[in-house]
T-cell receptor, first 115, second 116 residues
């Protein structure tokens, strides 16, 4: 099975930096995604990591350590519009289903940005 | 708009009625997924298609749920004899199986179901 853990809620100040952690346990690991989801809306893709290290994309960066089963999403220069849920999702390879790569989501971290 | 589209966006139905949701994936995406999401939770996997073949179905899905993708393009998700516990947002997503995109999943806007 798969297990994905991330904090339920976080609060940070506008202009600051926040790090959202995600730990996972899975077999056949084949990539990790971060999605942003505003209330009542669909998740939107932020980042994808399959190799160890840091991927930077503007104000957002994502880090992966496969040996530790750990990832984090780093948000810099926080803006009020960054208030949303951030979903960690793990892809795993299922060879019993024609190589199907199942993507399982965590419960999400609700980030509140305050002035 | 060339994203994933879902219809209807909102559905209110009486308990015991059947409902059907439609999903049109991004053009040329060969993989299509259905997820269900309730308040405060992450998306929960329901089923997955590669082209027209349904390759995996969640064990959490009862026999009242059925999904099809007859021509490998659009898909439908039907819920029979709805129950109040079926109230949720049903998300459709699609992806392209190539190394460049990393099989990134793109979601539609979701279909909200309320069973009264």
């Amino acid at each position: 099975g798969q297990n994905i853990d991330q904090p339920t809620e976080m609060t940070a100040t506008e202009g600051a930096i926040v790090q959202i952690n995600c730990t996972y346990q899975t077999s056949g690991f084949n990539g990790l995604f971060w999605y942003q989801q505003h209330a009542g809306e669909a998740p939107t893709f932020l980042s994808y990591n399959v190799l160890d290290g840091l991927e930077e994309k503007g104000r957002f960066s994502s880090f992966l350590s496969r040996s530790k089963g750990y990832s984090y999403l780093l948000l810099k220069e926080l803006q009020m519009k960054d208030s949303a849920s951030y979903l960690c999702a793990v892809r795993s390879l299922n060879m019993n289903s024609g190589g199907y790569q199942k993507v399982t989501f965590g419960t999400g971290t609700k980030l509140q940005v305050i002035p | 708009d060339t994203g994933v589209s879902q219809d209807p966006r909102h559905k209110i139905t009486k308990r015991g009625q059947n409902v059907t949701f439609r999903c049109d994936p991004i053009s040329e995406h060969n993989r299509l997924y259905w997820y269900r999401q309730t308040l405060g939770q992450g998306p929960e996997f329901l089923t997955y298609f590669q082209n027209e073949a349904q390759l995996e179905k969640s064990r959490l899905l009862s026999d009242r749920f059925s999904a099809e993708r007859p021509k490998g393009s659009f898909s439908t998700l039907e819920i029979q004899r709805t129950e109040q516990g079926d109230s949720a947002m049903y998300l459709c997503a699609s992806s392209l199986s190539d190394r460049v995109s990393g099989n990134t999943i793109y979601f539609g806007e979701g279909s909200w179901l309320t069973v009264v």
